[in-house]
Structure formats: structure tokens, C-alpha cells
């Protein structure tokens, strides 16, 4: 019975969180395909957690997962391209391509390009709409690191989409 109240807790977080989380793991990735995989996965995570989080706290377990499976993902590929190294063109998702084309394409790419704190920061603060005092938790990092950050990675997709002004 135990195990039938926690699908109906994970159904209940996926039907409140899911479409949320899958344009913040777009943000990560630039990649929808691979954004709903990595949501999918969250929610499986969820269902298995050993110890669930609590009421109420099942989006920022979600978060944290998407975010880890997301490096987890970019470390992944750092190593196979070093083993491997092959040219990469990848098709833009109907998503980015629905939402303006050549300067979404331009601004995931920049935004996937960030170093991994940068880009966490701004994933969570303007896809996911947290504030800066919830990015600091949910990265278990301070205030003013998040706004540091966030500074840092405007400074850069400014340098980066100049020519897409």
C-alpha cells in the first residue's frame, strides 16, 4: 500500500511540476529530446529516493536532480568527445526553432556554453523563476555568489549574442 501512495505522490509532483521542469532542463541542455529524458529520469529518481523529500519540497528534489543529471550529461560528453572527437551538428529542437529561430538557436547556445555554475544560476533564475535567495539553496551556495554569478553570465551571452542584437 505504502508503494501505491508513492506513485500517487510522484504522479501528484509530475502533474504540478512537469512542464515547469522540462523548459528549465531545455535551458540546461539546448536540447528537448534530451531535456525530457533527463525530466523522465527525475521522476523515476523521485519514486525511488530512499527518502523522499518532504511534502512540498518535491519540485527543489527534482531541481537538483535535473541539474545533476544535466552535469552528469556534460561530463559525459567532454569524455567522448576527447576519446572520439567528431564534427557535431546538432538539429535544433521544434521548440527552440518555434520560438524565433536563428536568436533562440543563438541564446541556448550561449547559455549552454556558460561554465556549469553560471549556467545553473541562470537556468534556475530565469527559466525556473527563482528568486536569488532560492537559487542559493537549492545550489547550496550564498546570496551574493548567485548574483555574482548571474552578473558574470550576463557579462558574457552580452559578449556572446552581440552579433544577434
Do not use: W
Not at 4 to 19: I, K, L
Not at 53 to 80: M, Q, S
Not at 145 to 163: I, P, Q, W, Y
Amino acid at each position: 500500500m505504502a508503494r501505491r501512495a508513492g506513485v500517487e505522490a510522484v504522479r501528484a509532483a509530475y502533474d504540478a511540476h512537469a512542464a515547469s521542469l522540462l523548459r528549465f532542463a531545455v535551458a540546461l541542455t539546448a536540447d528537448r529530446a534530451l531535456a525530457e529524458d533527463i525530466v523522465h529520469d527525475a521522476f523515476v529518481r523521485l519514486h525511488r529516493a530512499s527518502r523522499p523529500p518532504a511534502a512540498g519540497a518535491e519540485a527543489a528534489f527534482l531541481r537538483r536532480t535535473i541539474t545533476n543529471l544535466v552535469h552528469d550529461h556534460h561530463r559525459h560528453g567532454a569524455v567522448v568527445r576527447r576519446l572520439a572527437p567528431a564534427p557535431r551538428d546538432p538539429a535544433p529542437s521544434a521548440e527552440t526553432t518555434a520560438l524565433g529561430g536563428d536568436r533562440a538557436r543563438a541564446v541556448a547556445s550561449a547559455v549552454v556554453a556558460l561554465p556549469a555554475r553560471q549556467r545553473d544560476c541562470v537556468a534556475l533564475h530565469y527559466f525556473a523563476g527563482l528568486p536569488d535567495a532560492a537559487v542559493a539553496a537549492e545550489l547550496g551556495i550564498s546570496v551574493g555568489s548567485v548574483k555574482t554569478h548571474l552578473h558574470r553570465a550576463r557579462a558574457a551571452l552580452t559578449v556572446s549574442l552581440e552579433d544577434h542584437r
